[in-house]
C-alpha cells in the first residue's frame, strides 16, 4: 500500500475514504469542487444571475 495522503489535512488517507482521511473532508472536497464550478466565470447570454448589484439611480423615470 502506499502512503496515500488526504489532500485535504495531507493527514495518512484512510482506507474506507480513500483519498481522504474521514468522511468529513471527503465532504470538503466535494464542497470545494462545487464551489470552484460555481466560482468559473461562465460566459452566458443568458443573465440567470446577475454578477453586478442593482442600481436604483438607473431607475427610469
Ligand atoms: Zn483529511
Known amino acids: ?6 489532500p485535504i489535512c495531507r493527514k495518512p ?4 475514504f480513500t483519498p481522504f482521511c474521514s468522511q468529513r473532508c471527503a ?3 466535494l ?4 464551489n470552484e464550478r460555481y ?3 461562465v460566459e452566458d447570454d443568458e443573465e ?5 448589484p442593482r442600481r436604483p439611480l438607473l431607475d427610469d423615470a
Do not use: K, L
Open 27 to 29: 465532504d470538503v472536497d
Open 1 to 6: 500500500m502506499t502512503a496515500a495522503r488526504c
Open 39 to 41: 466560482a468559473i466565470p
Open 13 to 16: 488517507a484512510e482506507a474506507a
Open 31 to 34: 464542497g470545494r469542487w462545487f
Open 48 to 52: 440567470e444571475e446577475a454578477p453586478e
